[in-house]
């Protein structure tokens, strides 16, 4: 286990996001995240949000999308507090076996039609946690998952394009 910890380390390397060199680059392709998002859905996007075991990696880069650099909120994408008001929801992290049922009842709580998006390694392939007697891996292992955003921890315009992604498929 230890060795599989050490290759992840020396394949990922500093994890640091370098400073923007263009921030019209980001703010254009935010925008037309944006106008996508409109487009497609005619309205604003919820989400909801659900950490079904991960190491809150992920959860620093998908708060890192409400800062002013990023903010979330003007491109129309907020994140709710329940399930009954989402159009989607962003797993992140390998499902603990104790998250299984509260999983299955936030996607069963959430209306018709659905998306859900698989965040960071964890929750696309199970990441260094794989299966295990505590864990059920990826999160399509418990429901399904329309897109995933592989990384360790993605960073926040990544995640950006897996929700946009979800969406186009939601199209």
């Not at 859905?41 to 659900?50: D, F, N, T």
């Not at 491109?75 to 797993?91: C, E, Y």
């Not at 698989?118 to 260094?128: F, L, Y």
Request: hydrophobic share 40%; with cysteine.
């Amino acid at each position: 286990m230890i060795w599989k910890i050490v290759k992840q380390i020396a394949k990922n390397g500093i994890r640091t996001e370098p400073a923007p060199y263009d921030r019209d680059a980001v703010r254009t392709e935010a925008g037309r995240i944006q106008a996508d998002v409109l487009d497609i859905l005619g309205q604003a996007l919820s989400i909801r949000m659900v950490d079904a075991g991960s190491c809150n990696g992920c959860e620093l880069e998908i708060n890192a999308l409400g800062n002013p650099y990023y903010n979330i909120e003007g491109l129309g994408i907020k994140f709710v507090a329940s399930p009954r008001h989402a159009d989607m929801l962003l797993v992140t992290g390998p499902v603990s076996r104790n998250m299984v049922t509260a999983l299955r009842r936030t996607f069963d709580a959430t209306p018709e039609p659905r998306l859900v998006v698989a965040v960071g390694d964890c929750g696309c392939d199970g990441g260094i946690f794989g299966e295990s007697y505590a864990s059920c891996g990826r999160v399509a292992n418990v429901i399904p998952v329309d897109v995933v955003v592989p990384g360790c921890p993605p960073p926040p315009i990544e995640i950006l394009r897996g929700i946009l992604a979800a969406v186009r498929r939601r199209a």
